[in-house]
């Protein structure tokens, strides 16, 4: 007869996951606060976690700025289904006697931190179980790498009060991480500290990943608000071009200015709804996580491709085009100024 550990890892592996690891209060104590399983279930014991790959053929096209919906739909779809194996899993272990809690994928935030939700900070940090309990190794990016899925993975996770067996972390021949900052080259916001390291220490392990800066310069790129890079060469899917500040406390103040011209720019296609804005949040990057395939030639490929996929501007419908920086200047410049303040300081 298979064990209660052995049930809910084949529960999520059943799902189609390419991952599935135990995490427990001992292997995660002694790690960051939202490694603490107890602050979202009291008499939580363990933690199932879990990843689902994204669909790496729509990942180029989306670099490539030649198809960003197909990707969008993607992620969205896979952040969903991992939210649901979550909760479908939680009833299961419920039913079984063990009170439990799904944790989102995303877009859940701690309301007790100094700003509230806009810290962004997650209930459980899903990155902490999948390291600790070997469905993934951290990158020097900060995002959690799998030797055949890359970065492209979305997490999940249940906590329980079920005491699980803890599975160990993966191997270090297993992190193909080499340092090649292809990761920091791809964002805009220069949120990864290229010279600074983190680490954290769950359960007695210490994992170590590049420091992140403010967490605000993600926000105001990876939300959409403005996405050209400092070469001017390139940009996300953003059509915004406010500058990313050097100083970290002129964020909040360049943060606040995007999202009020966000608000007023038109819709475009897909999107949805979350919980810190008021408009449609469209994925524009998450170039890091993207970027960063397994296969260094094809790590560099995508680097490549990113870097020549020029900038975005926005029709009054609200479509995205991907044109040469000349021609972005040009469409700009011919904007009314109140149009053009929509997407860059006039
Ligand atoms: S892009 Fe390169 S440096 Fe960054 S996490 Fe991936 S392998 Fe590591
Ligand atoms: S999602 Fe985009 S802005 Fe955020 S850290 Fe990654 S590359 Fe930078």
């Known amino acids: 007869m298979q064990s209660l550990t052995e049930i809910v ?13 135990i995490a427990t209060v001992e292997t995660l104590a002694g790690g960051p606060p939202t490694a603490d399983l107890t602050y979202v279930l009291p008499n939580a014991k363990s933690a199932v976690c879990f990843a689902l790959p994204l669909d790496q053929s729509l990942i180029p096209p989306y670099l490539a700025k030649k198809d960003r919906l197909s990707h969008e739909r993607d992620n969205f779809r896979t952040n969903f289904l991992a939210s649901g194996i979550a909760l479908g899993l939680t ?8 009170p439990s809690y799904a944790v989102a994928a995303n877009e859940v935030y701690r ?14 940090s899903l990155r902490y179980l999948a390291v600790r309990s070997g ?6 990016s ?5 030797k055949n899925e890359g970065a492209a993975i979305i997490l999940g996770a249940v906590v329980t009060t079920a005491d699980l067996e803890p599975t160990d972390p993966l191997p270090k021949e ?11 080259a791809s964002c805009a916001s220069s949120f990864m500290d290229p010279e600074e390291e983190a680490s954290v220490t769950l359960g007695g392990i210490e994992f170590k990943y590049s420091k992140r800066r403010s967490y605000l310069r993600c926000e105001f790129v990876c939300g959409g608000f403005t996405g050209l890079h400092s070469s001017g060469k390139w940009s996300t899917w953003s059509p915004g071009r406010f500058t990313i500040p050097t100083d970290e406390r002129e964020f909040m103040p360049a943060l606040l200015h995007g999202i009020d011209a966000y608000n007023q720019r038109p819709p475009t296609q897909g999107g949805h709804h979350h919980v810190l804005m008021d408009s449609r949040l469209y994925l524009t990057c998450g170039n890091c996580q993207l970027i960063c395939h397994p296969d260094k030639e094809e790590r560099k490929r995508r680097h490549k491709i990113l870097r020549e996929s ?20 040009e469409r700009l410049a011919s904007m009314d100024p109140e149009k053009r303040a929509l997407y860059e300081r006039v």
Do not use: H, W
Request: proline letters at 4%; a negative charge.
């Open 9 to 21: 890892l084949d529960y999520v592996m059943c799902e189609n996951a390419c991952a599935a690891g």
């Open 91 to 98: 009833r299961f272990l419920e039913q079984k006697g063990f």
């Open 111 to 124: 309301q007790d931190t100094p700003r509230g939700a806009i810290d962004m900070i997650p209930d459980v």
């Open 135 to 140: 469905v993934a190794s951290f990158g020097l």
């Open 142 to 146: 900060g995002n959690v790498l799998r």
């Open 174 to 184: 297993d992190n193909y991480c080499d340092n090649c900052r292809l990761c920091m």
């Open 310 to 329: 020029g900038v975005i501007v926005q029709n009054a419908d609200g479509s995205l085009d991907a044109v040469v920086p000349e021609v972005a200047r």
